[in-house]
């Protein structure tokens, strides 16, 4: 199986051959990988508040980002056009790579339920108040490791205005929210992006305990890589180009915090902690940090932890 018959690139399959799985998952991921968006997908993107995004700056780094609007802001006239209705703000670094002919990864993850479906295209119109993306890979995913969360209904939908700080390491508050985190999302991207449908920019979602994000002493993220769908979009990129995007979110305050950096994957031997369930670890040296204060004009409550993230335990020094 090579890269021409699969909806996987190079990196992808070379983590899924070395795990002996790349015929398996090709079994499913060939039917489920499509060049379009299913209705139930297009119905589902129309219904969500809130849609993630990953892109690549001027420099090659990813970055991943949290656009919001009124249900409807999304919306889907064909199966193969995605049309965002809302543009990002000035201080989002999203607002520099949205311009026709990029590469984009939007994730829907609608929490109270546990739903989420990924859509990957590129932009074929860039306005003031949005953009249109033309559709190469659209699949669904799984509900593994998503807290379930309920939107505060007492707040009015409005925009809020707070501090934006950027920076080149981390401080004491930026330390304080990651390894509070049961949640972040991750941005990466292929080499050569956009040379074909699977060669493309991802954004995909990680969760765990609060705590499951470790900052070591040089500011350097370790994170578990649990057992997910098996198709390895995130890790095959990072071992194509050794950069990811992470974004956390405070979801009572409305903090979001974004980060770029190098990143490296880890066999359980070679990291100096070991986490129950983790069957590898990802390593992120953040290199630009933008930290937007009460950003987002909601709040989400946590009302379930994920079953899967119960079974997993905590670091433990080696």
Known sequence: MTEHTSPFHDGELAIQHMLGIADKVHQYASRGIRPFMPD?????????????????????????????????????????????????????PLAMTIYEGAELGLLGLQFHSRRRNRVNGRVTAARQGGFSLEVTQSFGNCPKYIQKRETAEDLPYMLKVGRVERRTSLRDDDVKLITAADTFFIASAANNVGEGAARGVDVSHRGGMPGFVKVGPNGSLLVPDFSGNRHFN?????????????????????????????????????????????????????????????????TLKLTETSPFNLRTGGWVKR
């Open 40 to 92: 139930q997908h297009r119905e589902f993107y129309a219904m969500l508040p809130h849609i993630f995004v990953g892109s690549l700056d001027a420099s090659g780094n990813p970055w991943a980002s949290i656009l919001h609007g009124e249900p409807g802001f999304l919306s889907s006239p064909t199966e193969t056009t995605l049309n965002v209705g809302v543009a990002p703000e000035p201080d989002d």
């Open 234 to 298: 995130t890790l095959g990129n990072i071992l194509e180009t050794g950069k990811a995007g992470l974004l956390f979110i405070d979801f009572e305050a409305g903090h979001l915090l974004q980060l770029t950096g190098s990143a490296d994957i880890l066999k359980l031997d070679e990291s100096p902690y070991a986490y129950e369930g983790a069957e590898r670890f990802l390593r992120i040296r953040p290199e630009l940090i933008v930290s937007r204060m009460s950003a987002l004009p909601f």
